[in-house]
């Protein structure tokens, strides 16, 4: 085993070796989870197990009847908050269990390249010199063909109207590294206002780091569910997976769109159209 873990990253291999993670979860974090079933915010309170070892479900009476929930616009529980948490949707069930297993062998198909924090990694994009604003299309072929499909279902359910992604990203977790990403806030100078992620293989939550105060919300991300963030989930708020969120092999596959400078009318959109043009053919 070996890793590539740099500064402030470590993994459980470099931490075996000697590397000292740096403590990450601030003593007096105040903890909120999302409701599986109902979308509230609720509290956590000292000493409750992990939400992702009980169902979190909210202390009011709340409709489980419906296998896709969508949770928009959080309201706040009984344990009622006072900060906006919105942008948040999560789709159960955009995948079966057959098309899981196929999808992962499709995706196990191509290498994996070691990256940070225990993280397996896949990219089909431009590549990207955030710091310097620079990109190259010279690599980039295509979005997978497995991806046709998730993409045009992903149009058909009309909550991400003319959803358009450039990219998909896939990500391998194992508990057994250690594998988590630090709380961040993903480009928005390429990337667009959505960020859509399907879960594959085990459930976790998605942590939302508020920016300045000790306050995070975890929300379910469950086995085959999608995850689409956007609003102030965001922009506002930091996202992360905590290393014990990951309880089993994970891969997550994030695809992201153009960001406005990008499209039409914007000062890059030539480029942009030849992303899109790029990331039409399924390869
Ligand atoms: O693994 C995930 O669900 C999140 C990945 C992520 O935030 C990222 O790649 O920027
Ligand atoms: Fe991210």
Not at 40 to 45: E, Q, T
Not at 153 to 176: A, I, M, Q, W
Not at 207 to 235: K, M, T
Request: proline fraction near 5%; charge should be neutral.
């Amino acid at each position: 085993m070996s890793c590539a873990c740099k500064g402030v990253r470590t993994c459980l291999f470099c931490e075996g070796k000697g590397a000292r993670p740096i403590l990450k979860q601030p003593q007096n974090e105040i903890q909120y989870y999302i409701c599986y079933k109902c979308g509230k915010i609720c509290k956590m309170n000292v000493g409750e197990p992990s939400p992702l070892a009980v169902e979190p479900f909210c202390q009011t009476a709340c409709d489980d009847t419906q296998s896709l929930i969508v949770c928009d616009d959080l309201v706040a529980g009984d344990n009622a908050c006072t900060f906006k948490f919105d942008g948040v949707k999560i789709i159960r069930n955009f995948v079966s269990f057959e098309e899981e297993k196929e999808l992962v062998s499709f995706i196990d198909s191509s290498q994996w390249v070691e990256s940070q924090s225990g993280r397996y990694k896949q990219d089909y994009g431009p590549k990207v010199n955030f710091k310097k604003r620079k990109l190259k299309t010279d690599t980039f072929y295509g979005l997978p063909k497995y991806t046709h499909t998730l993409l045009e279902r992903l149009e058909s359910l009309s909550v991400t109207p003319s959803f358009k992604p450039v990219e998909l990203c896939n990500l391998d977790y194992h508990p057994t590294r250690g594998s988590a990403i630090d709380p961040h806030f993903d480009d928005n100078w390429l990337w667009g206002d959505r960020l859509i992620t399907i879960n594959l293989l085990s459930s976790t939550l998605l942590s939302f780091n508020h920016p300045v105060d000790p306050l995070v919300v975890h929300v379910p991300h469950p086995r085959l569910s999608i995850v689409i963030i956007e609003g102030s989930a965001r922009y506002n708020w930091l996202h992360g997976i905590r290393r014990e969120n990951v309880t089993g092999r994970r891969v997550a596959m994030t695809f992201r769109e153009l960001s406005r400078e990008f499209s039409s009318g914007g000062s890059e959109e030539k480029l942009g159209e030849t992303l899109l043009s790029i990331a039409s053919n399924f390869i």
